[in-house]
């Protein structure tokens, strides 16, 4: 059983940042890909981006291609999601979530253990 949480959510101004941190209970999180979505009101989660568990590989949803960066650290438990360049449409509630293997699956049905979500508004 892997527990997640995350942190780093906010209220930015549309072109600002932020960096969203995911927390994991267990080292066995150096098995498993960790993977972001979010869910906008009104709206059904979508995948936002995933990473292998050696960090070599990565994978992103278009709406955050070259704005978004996601990164971990297998020592510290840890999984980062940078958001640069916010837009008021990824005002969302953002999950972390793992999923075992090497995959960087943008399916929500391959990972197993998910977080409570931190919220994201970007304001106009």
């Known amino acids: 059983q892997v527990q997640l949480v995350e942190s780093g959510g906010g209220v930015v101004q549309a072109g600002g940042s932020l960096r969203l941190s995911c927390a994991a209970s267990?080292?066995?999180?150096?098995?498993?890909?960790i993977g972001w979505f979010r869910q906008a009101p009104g709206k059904e989660r979508e995948f936002v981006a995933a990473?292998?568990?050696?960090?070599?590989?990565?994978n992103y949803g278009d709406s955050v291609k070259g704005r978004f960066t996601i990164s971990r650290d297998n020592v510290e438990k840890m999984g980062y999601l940078q958001m640069n360049s916010l837009k008021p449409e990824d005002t969302a509630l953002y999950y972390c979530?793992?999923?075992?293997?090497?995959?960087?699956?943008?399916?929500?049905?391959?990972?197993?253990?998910w977080g409570q979500g931190t919220q994201v508004i970007v304001s106009s």
């Open positions: 979530a793992a999923g075992y293997g090497s995959t960087t699956n943008s399916r929500q049905r391959e990972y197993a253990y």
């Open positions: 267990e080292r066995t999180i150096s098995l498993y890909t």
């Open positions: 990473i292998i568990p050696s960090g070599l590989k990565t």
